[in-house]
């Protein structure tokens, strides 16, 4: 049942919305693949790399990010040639795959099917889940190779399980490096637990595959990693860091939830003297098993995992932003875990379990958000770094998830165009094939959708600016020579060397006459997947919606003759 649910949700109007910038990065690079064999960033038409180059070897190849998203939208591109539901597809498939394997998985654990069916269906009433299966990014893959690895973890008991937990794991680091912290953090509980020793034998003799097949990807990949981080540079802001990470992890997973049950769970426990069976074991409907509460271990060991290594690399700030997409994994960890306590602590009677799933499913109570009493606030460790929780703008919305519930069903029945996808329009209906564009955000699904070539792509403090010159890339990529339409958006003002002026001056120094064509309302991101900056239809938007920003413009620019 919840897999049918899952897949309604998930597919339906999958491609109907435009990709957003990370999502474009993903399609545009798969494309790329069809055409060389490897994620290159320069087609013969445009220049397609938005951290500055600094993700790019001397080939002009992407090899900061591994590269298993993009050979899995590049395959859906091959079998379906190029859309935005081919470049999703892929993804959606292994977000469904999560919910079966979900089942499967708590199922082969406990021995439960109640156990199973709330741990899946508590994932697919996840808002925050669903947002993240519905993109061309590596998120759900991510999920979808947690669970395999949690579950093989649970059955390594044979070189043939070894071997299979060697391959997840290499597979998850390829999905997102941040998915050899789950490798850890499974082996780090089988160490923290006597009862796992049979599987720490095994584990043993995986590491070395695994490193020999990870390791050096990231000295291969260092300098992109170092431009998108921000190292840890003292103990207090670490441990903002930490506080933010757990916000964040709280505020889209059932943890607080979890800990209640956890420590109800306990407590009865310590209360209720064992009572065993005519065979001299205890209860199978209120004790964990071995399993069970490898389970739970699993989940808390990976949570402390994931915000450690997520500290030392990112800043506050950024956690704000991004929330968990670096470590989906613990939304199906948690509801694993959670489902697993809920049917523990009412020993199996249906209207108990049922009353807290519904509880979980359709209000926040679980979640971080209705015990967080104060107005939205800011607090910081080392002065610098802010933390700040997620409060929506609406009271209701605090305590009940009914309000987004509603609003992702309407999004899958109506389109929800932003400021790029009227662009895109507005280029379709008035831009000449091959004609430049310049842009300042949002430039990699600007070309998946249009197919025009983008000026001014490649700055001369760039890490990438003398071997791009060296390829012999034309002058456009480098300069505004010859631009033909420049959108401006004002919020993005500076980012990654743009500035406005200086590029008006430029192109009016050059005796070229600019008119404005057409404005657009400025949504900031087209098809963010974080709960917390998501825009539903209807420009709804829970939490943080923009305010007094300057609309998006899309100008001419008239060459003289003699140009």
């Not at 910038?21 to 069809?34: K, S």
């Not at 800043?315 to 704000?320: E, G, I, T």
Request: charged letters at 15%; hydrophobic letters at 45%.
């Amino acid at each position: 049942m919840a897999g049918v649910l899952a897949a309604v949700l998930i597919f339906t109007n999958l491609g109907g919305d435009y990709l957003w910038e990370d999502e474009g990065d993903t399609a545009v690079l798969a494309e790329n693949i069809l055409r060389f064999g490897v994620p290159k960033a320069w087609d013969g038409v445009s220049f397609n790399d938005s951290d500055r180059g600094a993700r790019l070897n001397r080939d002009l190849v992407m090899v900061s990010h591994p590269w298993l998203q993009y050979y899995l939208a590049a395959t859906s591109f091959a079998v379906f040639k190029e859309s935005n539901w081919a470049a999703r597809f892929p993804f959606a498939l292994s977000g469904w795959l999560t919910v079966l394997v979900i089942y499967a998985c708590v199922y082969d654990v406990t021995k439960n099917r109640s156990s199973a069916f709330c741990a899946a269906t508590l994932l697919t009433a996840s808002i925050q889940f669903l947002l993240y299966c519905r993109q061309c990014r590596y998120y759900s893959t991510n999920m979808l190779l947690s669970v395999l690895l949690v579950w093989v973890f649970f059955r390594l008991k044979t070189p043939r399980s070894g071997a299979l937990f060697a391959i997840v794991s290499i597979l998850l680091f390829h999905s997102d490096p941040f998915g050899i912290v789950l490798v850890g953090a499974v082996a780090l509980t089988s160490f923290l637990s006597r009862s796992f020793a049979s599987e720490r034998r095994f584990l043993w003799w995986t590491a070395p595959i695994i490193a020999i097949l990870t390791l050096p990807w990231i000295i291969f990949a260092r300098f992109g990693y170092a431009e998108n981080s921000q190292l840890v540079r003292s103990p207090a802001q670490f441990a903002g860091r930490l506080v933010q990470y757990l916000i964040e992890c709280a505020s889209v997973t059932p943890l607080i939830g979890l800990l209640v049950l956890g420590l109800i769970y306990w407590i009865f426990s310590a209360l209720r003297p064992e009572t065993a069976d005519g065979q001299g074991t205890t209860s199978h409907n209120s004790t964990l098993s071995r399993n069970e509460l490898g389970l739970f271990l699993v989940t808390i060991v990976a949570l402390i995992c994931y915000d450690a290594a997520i500290a030392v690399t990112e800043s506050s700030d950024d956690l704000w932003r991004i929330g968990i997409r670096h470590a989906t994994a613990m939304l199906p960890l948690v509801s694993m875990a959670t489902a697993v306590l809920m049917i523990k602590i009412s020993r199996s009677h249906g209207a108990i379990w049922v009353s807290l799933l519904l509880l979980f499913i359709f209000t926040k109570a679980a979640q971080l958000t209705p015990w967080v009493f104060w107005e939205r606030k800011v607090a910081s460790f080392d002065g610098k770094e802010v933390i700040e929780a997620h409060l929506p703008q609406y009271y209701l919305d605090r305590y009940l998830n009914l309000g987004q519930q509603l609003a992702f069903l309407r999004d899958l029945r109506e389109l929800n165009p932003g400021t790029l996808a009227k662009t895109c329009q507005f280029l379709h209906q008035h831009a000449a094939p091959g004609d430049i564009v310049l842009t300042n955000y949002e430039w990699d699904p600007l070309y998946f959708h249009t197919r025009l070539p983008q000026a001014l792509k490649i700055f001369p403090d760039y890490p990438i600016y003398q071997t791009a010159r060296a390829k012999g890339l034309p002058e456009y990529v480098f300069d505004i020579d010859h631009v033909r339409w420049v959108i401006w958006r004002p919020i993005w003002e500076g980012y990654v060397g743009y500035f406005g002026d200086k590029i008006s001056r430029q192109i009016l120094d050059r005796g070229a006459r600019v008119t404005r064509e057409a404005q657009f309302e400025e949504t900031i991101w087209e098809n963010r997947p974080e709960i917390h900056l998501h825009r539903f239809a209807g420009n709804k938007y829970f939490f943080t919606a923009p305010e007094n920003q300057r609309p998006a413009e899309i100008f001419e620019i008239h060459w003289p003759e003699s140009h």
